[in-house]
């Protein structure tokens, strides 16, 4: 096969791997599942948000447990990725707008909880290939605008 070809089948496969690395964290998040963020992460992960500053995988977890309470439900909507390829590195920005509800009732038969506040803010993501495939080395959020007043903000590691 053309060697060029080659090289532009797999620019495609790691373009589609690093944008579901993105969305499956937006899914650890918002369905709490952050044990599962373990497969997202190199062990020396760092991280940068509103919510504080960790480093290292576990300590990563912990702050996203600690800033997204369980009866509290979220939904991150992340879009516009940009991934620029480097080898075995890369570089992603993406928009994010994280919109938190109101707790949610234990009773199902009663609509959805309201919207509290949303957040609007970039991401900025360093992504490595290892031997497991994409994980994220350093997560980072610039906030760019926030509407409605929450109660509670998220509490710096």
Not at 119 to 147: A, N
């Amino acid at each position: 096969m053309n060697p060029t070809v080659v090289a532009d089948l797999q620019q495609l496969a790691d373009h589609t791997e690093i944008t579901n690395l993105v969305h499956r964290l937006g899914v650890c998040l918002d369905d709490r599942r952050f044990d599962d963020m373990r497969s997202l992460l190199v062990e020396e992960a760092t991280v940068r948000t509103p919510g504080g500053t960790a480093e290292g995988r576990e300590a990563l977890i912990a702050q996203a447990s600690r800033n997204h309470q369980p009866d509290e439900p979220t939904q991150h909507l992340i879009t516009n990725l940009l991934v620029e390829l480097d080898g075995d590195r890369a570089e992603v920005r993406a928009n994010l707008v994280v919109n938190f509800a109101a707790p949610a009732s234990r009773d199902e038969s009663l609509p959805a909880p309201p919207i509290r506040y949303s957040l609007g803010e970039i991401y900025h993501f360093d992504v490595v290939r290892t031997s497991e495939g994409w994980r994220f080395s350093r997560i980072e959020t610039s906030p760019v605008w926030i509407s409605g007043s929450p109660d509670r903000r998220p509490q710096p590691s």
